[in-house]
């Protein structure tokens, strides 16, 4: 095996400008219905928030997703491989990776953030916990197309996408992330993601409604954001948290709806609130396991092996780049 003798931590910061939220949250607010990209959630507080949510009863993905990493690991590394370049997009407190590093030994494991102090905290827990890994972790906004910071070309490379982050896309975006990652791993690398399962929309109402308030929380955290870094006046209290499944869309969707009557200023712009007036933060769209494999096949990928829970709450695929597939 190719270990380095002596790990290294590396660090690149592209995160995005306050010019990038001020114009697509102004731009946002400007179209009907009004609504925030949910990377915008994750200042610091969004990720300490995202991490809380986690814990709760209510929220079963993260939970179910590490019990179905953690009792499928041989086969799981047998398919990966030792010695890789493990990337991992929206990377957060990189806890599902902590459950494959052990058996897979990568050579470099590439977190990617938007959040990056959090990111970089995380790094270096990371390099204290693995010594023997090189920890190369990236600042940046991964629905543009990724740019890889320089690594050893010889290492065969593996995304990790757990999270079911690749639900926060539309199926036509998701199937462009997709092929981007295709791309990043070309020829002979793979995709293992996290994708959550339909299923009786009374589970999925109380993930995103926990009794807590923690998600109505990280919600909210986007106006206190706001408010700081664009020099807003958004009143937290005028605004509901609101989270339900779209059965006709397979998605959950939540919004932030206006209490009043109301305006609030930006940056010295004013916008007008009606009561009941929305703004729409987040998609969380869910798939059966066929569904998921065809929007995957879409973007350059080859099905290789699927994993879930007795309760098929959630799935762990496994795919290939699909020339691969074809010439093996
Ligand atoms: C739902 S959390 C998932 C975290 C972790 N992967 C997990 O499975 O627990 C989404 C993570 O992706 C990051 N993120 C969201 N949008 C992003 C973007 N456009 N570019 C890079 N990171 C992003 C967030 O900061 C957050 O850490």
């Not at 390099?127 to 910071?149: G, K, Q």
Request: aromatic letters at 10%; glycine letters at 4%; charged letters at 20%.
């Amino acid at each position: 095996m190719n270990t380095p003798a002596m790990a290294s931590l590396r660090f690149d910061d592209h995160q995005p400008t306050l010019s990038n939220l001020h114009d697509e949250v102004i731009s946002g607010l400007n179209q009907r219905p009004r609504a925030i990209q949910p990377k915008f959630f994750y200042d610091e507080t969004g990720s300490r928030l995202f991490d809380a949510i986690c814990e709760t009863p209510e929220y079963y993905p993260t939970r179910t997703e590490i019990a179905i990493l953690a009792n499928n690991i041989n086969e799981i590394s047998d398919h990966i491989g030792t010695d890789c370049l493990l990337i991992e997009p929206g990377s957060g407190s990189s806890q599902k990776v902590r459950v494959l590093l052990e058996a897979i030994r990568p050579h470099t494991y590439m977190p990617i953030d938007i959040s990056g102090d959090h990111l970089l905290t995380v790094a270096k827990e990371l390099l204290i916990e693995h010594p023997e890994i090189n920890v190369h972790a990236s600042c940046i906004d991964y629905t543009a197309p990724i740019n890889l910071p320089a690594y050893p070309e010889n290492l065969r490379r593996v995304a990790f996408f757990p999270g079911s982050s690749i639900g926060n896309f539309k199926p036509h975006q998701a199937v462009s992330f997709l092929s981007n990652i295709a791309a990043m791993v070309h020829p002979d690398g793979g995709l293992l993601i996290g994708v959550d399962l339909k299923k009786d929309p009374s589970i999925l109402n109380a993930a995103y409604n926990d009794t807590e308030g923690i998600t109505a929380d990280f919600n909210k955290n986007l106006l206190t954001r706001i408010n700081r870094e664009l020099n807003a006046d958004f009143d937290r209290q005028q605004f509901e948290h609101r989270a339900f499944y779209n059965a006709a869309k397979g998605r959950i969707e939540m919004h932030l709806i206006s209490r009043i009557d109301q305006t609030v200023h930006i940056d010295g712009q004013r916008f007008n609130f009606s009561a009941g007036e929305n703004i729409h933060t987040e998609n969380s769209y869910k798939y059966s396991i066929d569904e998921f494999k065809a929007l995957a096949c879409q973007a350059g990928f080859e099905p290789v092996r699927v994993w879930t829970d007795p309760a098929q709450l959630f799935s762990v695929h496994y795919f290939r780049c699909a020339a691969a597939a074809a010439s093996s």
